[in-house]
């Protein structure tokens, strides 16, 4: 069974919803997930996973936010090698910075050896139906991507 870890940082409410409905899709398709706070998991979890996917809001001057940073740094030292991951989050086109710390994340993921298995999804604001069925698409490529390198 494909193990998922989903991490998601969350000052409103929004990108923990977004983790929900991932969390969601993903034990549809059959995949056996833990979803947790990123200030309440350490980045290791991560070696344990078939599939990572990072669901975080962006702050400040599009930076990532201040209760992941220690999750952010120690992503660094981890070896990936053989994983898919994905990121996704919400944000306001009010600011210029749109959504900027899931690339953060994505850049991290990819300097570790992690697998790439669907284009980032970008959510204004809070998740509607819309941002549902683009987050059930994303995960039904990650979990694609996974059986793809048999995982």
Do not use: W
């Not at 997930?33 to 996917?53: K, Y």
């Not at 210029?96 to 991290?108: H, K, L, M, Y």
């Not at 970008?122 to 819309?130: G, H, S």
Request: hydrophobic share 35%.
């Amino acid at each position: 069974m494909t193990k998922v870890k989903i991490v998601y940082a969350s000052i409103t409410g929004n990108d923990e919803d977004i983790a929900y409905v991932l969390t969601e899709k993903f034990e549809d398709l059959g995949c056996d997930v833990e979803m947790s706070e990123v200030s309440q998991t350490d980045a290791a979890d991560f070696e344990e996973a078939d599939i990572c996917v990072i669901a975080s809001y962006t702050y400040d001057q599009g930076i990532v936010p201040d209760e992941a940073l220690d999750f952010y740094d120690d992503m660094q030292d981890l070896d990936l090698e053989g994983k898919v991951y994905g990121v996704c989050g919400s944000g306001d086109t009010f600011y210029e910075d749109f959504c900027r710390a899931i690339d953060e994340f994505s850049t991290i993921f990819e300097q570790v050896g992690a697998t790439k298995g669907a284009e980032p999804v970008r959510i204004e604001l809070e998740p509607e139906q819309d941002d549902i069925d683009h987050l059930d698409k994303f995960a039904e490529e990650l979990v694609k991507k996974a059986k793809e390198m048999d995982l």
